[in-house]
């Protein structure tokens, strides 16, 4: 059939991320560092299994039902005592909706508060479903340039005065970003949200990582700084407790909540009251705070692996910072090094990683010299190892220049 399908159908990008998951699939030896999956180890299945198997013998058609919209209310009212005794944000005047997944709410937001043209700000480098669903809708997706510190705010300032009164929102992951793993210190939070207010902008602060710290000292919320309610929170419990489930929510000012949820039952209803229930009755089974600091004690111990590992055996010309929690190290490449060849060298060594060009905000603008690397999906044995064949690439490649380099 001959079809003709619209613009936004037609330009949506192939990610990157998925093209190295199928050349891995045909590469059984390979040791893949671009899968961004929680750690099979930190996931508590024998207690997920115990639950569902209660949940089902206990009222099995309550789980064969709608559930209500609202989403299921022992577990959002676990989800506000988290968000406000653990994170210190305050519940007057703001509200939850649950969402499948986090991601879920990247779709909503374009389309809730943006008309097409509207300009959308975001890192230079950042999570491709964060700004392909704002330019699947129409908008324009202006990148800020990035330092050690995370979004640059005057470059911040300038790309929303260049924006001709356009802007809607600003894009951020705070903590541990996807890609480059950087924590934005509480200062330069202060100084983006005062620039928000002064243009009038919203924030959709999402923050899928921010409770896998293992190092360093927690860092305030966007949302906490939040006194004018443009600050759209987004969690999940994907990472903290199974990502198949799809158990994410949004939490804001009730304003903005509240069109988002209209729009979100428009389209697909209400969440699956099953994995709701899941859920909650997990959790209720774990002690939050022991149960929390085992991820971070597990993820600790995997990243630490890699920071060796990759001190050990790649070339010096390769230089990273340590993270302090989430699930990514941002590896720089040597700015004489092309990526692409890079990848490949790895893939004649039977390792995958995936360049920052996948995570590019304007690929056109700049595709960075850097490789994400994901520490928590494979197991510690073969983080050592895939590390040692990266580090063997890394040296063969700096001889290939530099004999390149002697001839021409």
């Not at 209310?73 to 969402?99: E, R, V």
């Not at 229930?277 to 004690?297: A, G």
């Amino acid at each position: 059939m001959n079809y003709n399908f619209p613009n936004k159908t037609m330009n949506s990008p192939i990610s990157e991320i998925r093209l190295a998951l199928e050349k891995m699939a045909s590469m059984p030896n390979c040791i893949s560092f671009g899968i961004g999956n929680p750690a099979p180890e930190a996931i508590p299945e024998d207690e997920i299994v115990t639950t569902i198997k209660e949940i089902i013998a206990d009222n099995p058609m309550k789980i064969l039902q709608y559930g209500p919209f609202s989403g299921y209310k022992p577990l959002a009212d676990y989800t506000l005592d988290t968000l406000i005794n653990y994170l210190g944000l305050k519940q007057d005047d703001n509200s939850l909706t649950f969402l499948n997944g986090s991601g879920h709410g990247l779709g909503l937001m374009p389309r809730a508060f943006c008309n097409e043209g509207d300009v959308v700000f975001a890192d230079e480098f950042t999570f491709p479903n964060g700004i392909n669903a704002a330019r699947a809708v129409g908008c324009v997706v202006k990148s800020i340039k990035m330092d050690e510190y995370g979004m640059i705010p005057t470059e911040l300032e300038k790309a929303i005065l260049s924006s001709n009164g356009k802007g809607r929102y600003i894009y951020i992951i705070p903590n541990f970003q996807n890609p480059t793993g950087l924590t934005i210190p509480l200062e330069r939070r202060k100084v983006i949200y005062d620039i928000a207010s002064k243009h009038n902008l919203l924030i959709y602060e999402d923050d899928p990582y921010g409770a896998i710290r293992f190092s360093g000292k927690q860092v305030p919320a966007f949302k906490s700084l939040d006194i004018d309610g443009r600050v759209i929170f987004a969690g999940s419990y994907s990472k903290v407790l199974s990502a198949g489930l799809r158990v994410g929510y949004l939490y804001g000012h009730n304003s903005l909540i509240s069109k988002i949820a209209a729009l979100k039952a428009s389209s697909d209803g209400q969440m699956p009251i099953f994995n709701q229930m899941i859920v909650y009755h997990t959790l209720e089974k774990l002690d939050y705070k022991p149960y929390i600091q085992s991820i971070c004690d597990t993820y600790g111990k995997k990243c630490k692996i890699m920071v060796d590992a990759l001190t050990k055996y790649c070339h010096p010309d390769f230089t990273f910072k340590e993270p302090e929690g989430g699930m990514f190290l941002w590896l720089n490449l040597p700015h004489y090094i092309n990526p692409i060849d890079f990848v490949d060298k790895c893939l004649e060594n039977d390792v995958c990683v995936i360049t920052s060009k996948g995570f590019a905000t304007e690929p056109e603008k700049n595709i960075g010299h850097s490789l994400r690397l994901n520490y928590t999906a494979i197991s510690d044995e073969n983080i050592d190892e895939g590390i040692k064949r990266l580090g063997k690439a890394s040296y063969d490649i700096i001889t290939s220049y530099n004999k390149y380099m002697l001839v021409n």
